[in-house]
């Protein structure tokens, strides 16, 4: 079976930064893209950025020149450096990563159990 296991949320101040980590684990043949989703309270979920398997990243338009989205494949981890935090950066974030099993055909979707992120003085 596989494993998403995120680490690093907490409470922070804003203007303050968190470093977000997510190891995938388990029969892995391959990884393509791993990500970071989040829900804020009432809120849908959705999109924080993206770290595609050839390298490229995606970002959603309200994170863009604050957070960084970074991978060590060696090492089947994503991370999330989150400078200059909001309030309205309150939320569970989600890991994400599509991959294949050792017994699979195909790529998936996974998903981390999510780590509550606070900003707030």
């Known amino acids: 079976q596989v494993q998403l296991v995120e680490s690093g949320g907490g409470l922070v101040q804003p203007g303050g930064s968190l470093k977000l980590s997510c190891a995938a684990s388990?029969?892995?043949?391959?990884?393509?893209?791993m990500g970071w989703y989040r829900q804020a309270p009432g809120k849908e979920r959705e999109l924080v950025a993206t770290s595609f398997s050839g390298g490229s990243t995606n970002y959603a338009d309200s994170v863009k020149g604050r957070f960084t989205i970074s991978r060590d494949n060696a090492k089947n981890t994503v991370y999330l450096q989150m400078n200059s935090l909001k309030p309205e950066d309150t939320a569970v974030y989600y890991c994400?990563?599509?991959?294949?099993?050792?017994?699979?055909?195909?790529?998936?979707?996974?998903w981390g159990q999510g780590t509550q992120v606070t900003v707030s003085s």
């Open positions: 388990g029969s892995i043949f391959s990884i393509n893209d």
């Open positions: 994400n990563a599509h991959l294949r099993t050792w017994s699979q055909e195909a790529f998936y979707a996974y």
